[in-house]
């Protein structure tokens, strides 16, 4: 194989972006994905497809449901994009029924890229500093300022459409024109802004673009961005930064081919190989660089530093610290609340945003006001009901088919984003007596929620509820139970990040302490989940720790 | 082969050339899958009583109804295949009530007398927030979920009826006018 500067494991949100980075650093650089090609537009294969062309119009077919995609389901899945999301009797890994982990998983060029939720929220410096100051978790090496440049950078890059409210637990980016809000959602933020004073609900901010970007055009309105984009309108590694790296003439991309584990050598204490598995043939090879960027997804990349265990590094690569693994992560989700919204039956829409509404934290925020640690943020949307009502309510014949001709009632809905407690004991394994088709072993992901997680949900329930009830409407609160970890499709850490080694797995550059040749830039560094979805915050530490790597191996230091 | 385009073990014009003999081989596949498909849909004996079924719910208007729409082939699909947790049992809890109350073989009653009996055992179903699961009216609501989202994603439905619109282009907001119709596109997709 040829020579290379760097190896990025991966190619999904923070693959496309650290070898973007690196290439245009100058890096020779070798990306490595472990699924099938998908081109930007030649491979979007729904795209265009209407629901009478499906074989099951659109609802998936039952058989899949039930079994090769009976945890795969519990993501935005459809039967548009089932075919973008893992093979759940191949791709398997193990939890135990108290956890109950519901991992979903892209494997293909692109990774989550293509299907995520695009919702882009910086973090807050409360959201740095709540390690520190209540003690659970690795304390942040980092703070809101040490990022914020390399939030405006990635914001710009990607294009993101919001609103600048100047609200201390959401700072403001750098957006393009917001996409604004319905008249249902302009009702509930008009009531709760009169009604409670501490609390915001604004547009929510997403990675789509309202302005054109170079070729990427603005997005049209289909909301159906999972399927992918021909317009490039939404953020993805291969709308966005994989034409970026291709542009420098210095990327190479290497698909099908599962990265196993990695060589260690302990004098040097330097990572010196990726030990690959070819997916299609087995057959086994390396790669070698002397810089490696793992963006694999938190728990591909920490299962992948466990499986790379030596007698030099019994418990795993990067693992003296015994805290590999550990702490990790996700949100709290499932705790929905949904409105009716009368009034308003002259108001309609045109067009289907890719996008709803937000509403920040707004408690334990200038101190301890609740009987839980941390907090949580809402997100949400409106709409009026469509021709599924039909199926739901009394009628037949021509006046029944002429009432669904006109959009039924308006319903509003807020679902709360917990911030999760990190827990030394919620942890990601490597059960080494089981293998997967690849001869993998099995990674076991045993995270749970505890009754800080369940206070708070009950609390955003009922706060969710009160909210919702300024509108005068019927309001309806959907499950008293919490989902399944691994719901939000957040899931995250497992290298924390701190100064001292002997406390954490990853430094403030995300580099290994054990092996600072390796970089962990994926959502494994974080040490906290903050209340708000993180891929933003991931794409501006990749950025942050590429242009730290490339200045190290430019000045000799790798 | 571009540098940014390795895969091991294939080389681009092969997989090139197996794509298109693959595509090819499933087109045809596909065609006579759909073919077969529609033949045995239409010697199902319980299509008669379906296509009566979604008929009534979605008449023939201004616009083609359930039946041209072939409704009843996808309503058998969904019962068959278990789409929704639904089970072939429930049509026949369905047509045995409205057997009952026909006193005759329901899709035998004629069109008037029909539509009086399906829409009184609608409302009953409809009266009651959740009938007895087991109960004809329980029956009766998954099958006309399967009706109505069997029209509003057939062609017909969808961009006769209603209005297809795969690309919006702008988001905005307005009033609602009389004239107005909805966009099929809006309720793609989730669960039946």
């Known amino acids: 194989m040829a020579e290379f500067e760097a190896i990025v494991a991966g190619s999904g949100i923070t693959g496309g972006w650290a070898a973007k980075e690196l290439t245009e650093r100058g ?38 449901l039930a079994t090769s995609k009976r945890i795969q389901r519990f993501a935005w899945m459809d039967e548009w994009t089932q075919h973008m999301f893992v093979d759940d009797d191949v791709d398997v890994y193990e939890t135990p029924p108290e956890s109950g982990f519901l991992w979903m998983r892209g494997y293909h060029l692109g990774g989550r890229s293509l299907m995520w939720g695009r919702h882009s929220y910086r973090m807050s410096p409360l959201h740095f500093e709540s390690n520190g100051r209540d003690g659970h978790g690795v304390p942040w090496p980092v703070r809101y300022q040490d990022v914020a440049p390399w939030y405006d950078l990635v914001e710009q890059f990607i294009g993101v459409n919001g609103t600048v409210d100047n609200l201390p637990t959401l700072p403001d980016g750098k957006y393009q024109p ?14 709760v802004r009169s009604h409670y004073p501490d609390r915001r609900l604004l547009p929510g901010r997403t990675a789509n673009l309202t302005q054109a ?9 289909r909301d159906q961005c999972a399927r992918g984009c021909s317009f490039g309108a939404y953020f993805s590694t291969q709308s966005s930064t994989l034409p970026a790296a291709r542009a420098t003439g210095r990327l190479t991309l290497l698909t099908d081919t599962i990265v196993e584990s ?27 660089a002397p810089l490696i960027f ?10 992948l530093l466990l499986r790379s265990a030596s007698a030099d590094a019994p418990r795993g690569l990067g693992n003296s610290s015994d805290l590999l693994g550990r702490y990790v992560m996700d949100h709290v989700k499932g705790d929905w609340v949904l409105s009716t919204v009368p009034g308003i039956d002259d108001q309609m829409y045109l067009g289907r945003r890719p996008n709803g509404i937000t509403m920040p934290r707004f408690v334990n925020v200038a101190g301890q006001d609740a009987d839980f640690l941390r907090g949580y943020s809402y997100q949400g949307g409106s709409g009026r009901a469509t021709w599924k009502r039909g199926g739901e309510e009394a009628g037949i014949g021509a006046e029944f088919k002429q009432k669904l001709r006109q959009p039924g009632g308006w319903q509003i809905a807020l679902e709360p984003n917990v911030e999760c407690l990190p827990s030394k004991d919620n942890r990601v394994t490597i059960n080494f007596d089981r293998k997967d088709k690849y001869g993998l072993p099995l990674t076991r992901i045993d995270v749970r929620w505890g009754e800080n997680e369940r206070k708070a949900a009950a609390h955003a329930r009922k706060q969710a509820a009160a909210m919702l009830s300024l509108l005068g409407g019927e309001v309806i609160t959907f499950g008293s139970e919490t989902r399944p970890p691994g719901t939000a499709i957040h899931e995250m850490g497992g290298a924390s990040m701190g100064e001292d080694p002997r406390n954490s797995v990853t430094n403030p550059y995300n580099q290994l302490h054990d092996a600072p040749n390796v970089f962990v830039t994926d959502g494994a560094f974080m040490n906290s989940s903050g209340d708000r979805n993180p891929s933003l915050t991931y794409m501006a530490f990749t950025v942050r720790a590429a242009a730290h790597a490339a200045d190290l191996l430019k000045n000799g230091a790798l | 082969m571009s540098s940014d385009e390795l895969k091991p073990g294939l080389s681009r014009r ?11 081989a499933l087109m045809l596949r596909a065609a006579r899958s759909d073919a077969a498909a529609k033949e045995r849909a239409a010697a199902d004996p319980r299509h008669a009583f379906t296509d009566r079924l979604a008929a009534l719910v979605i008449p023939d208007t201004s616009t083609p109804g359930a039946a041209k729409a072939k409704v009843a082939s996808f ?51 409809f009266a009651a927030a959740s009938p007895a699961p087991d109960s004809a009216e329980a029956a009766w609501r998954h099958i006309k979920s399967a009706i109505v989202a069997g029209y509003y994603t057939s062609e017909i439905g969808a961009s006769k009826e209603l209005v297809y619109e795969p690309i919006p282009g702008k988001f905005e907001n307005v009033k609602l006018t009389a004239d107005f119709r909805s966009r099929s596109n809006d309720g793609f997709g989730g669960s039946l």
């Open chain 1, 27 to 64: 890096l020779k650089v070798l990306m490595i994905e472990r699924g099938p090609m998908i081109e930007h537009r030649r491979d979007y294969k729904t795209e265009f497809t209407p629901p009478w062309e499906l074989p099951y119009r659109g609802f998936g077919d039952p058989k899949a």
């Open chain 1, 178 to 191: 917001s996409m604004g809000l319905n008249a249902a959602e302009q009702r509930l933020a008009d009531a």
């Open chain 1, 213 to 221: 970007i170079g070729d990427r055009a603005p997005c049209q309105f």
């Open chain 1, 262 to 288: 990695l060589e260690y050598d302990a004098p040097k204490r330097r990572a010196t190989a990726l030990r690959l598995i070819n997916a299609t043939t087995g057959e086994r090879s390396t790669a070698r």
């Open chain 1, 294 to 303: 793992l963006c694999t997804g938190s728990i591909n990349s920490v299962s």
């Open chain 2, 14 to 24: 092969a997989m090139i050339s197996a794509s298109v003999a693959s595509l090819a």
């Open chain 2, 75 to 125: 309503v058998l699909l969904a019962l068959d295949h278990g789409m929704g947790g639904m089970s072939p049992a429930l049509l026949e809890c369905v047509r045995k009530q409205l057997d009952e109350a026909a006193g005759q073989d329901f899709t035998k009653v004629p069109g008037v007398r029909g539509a009086q009996l399906l829409a009184a055992f609608d409302r009953s179903a």
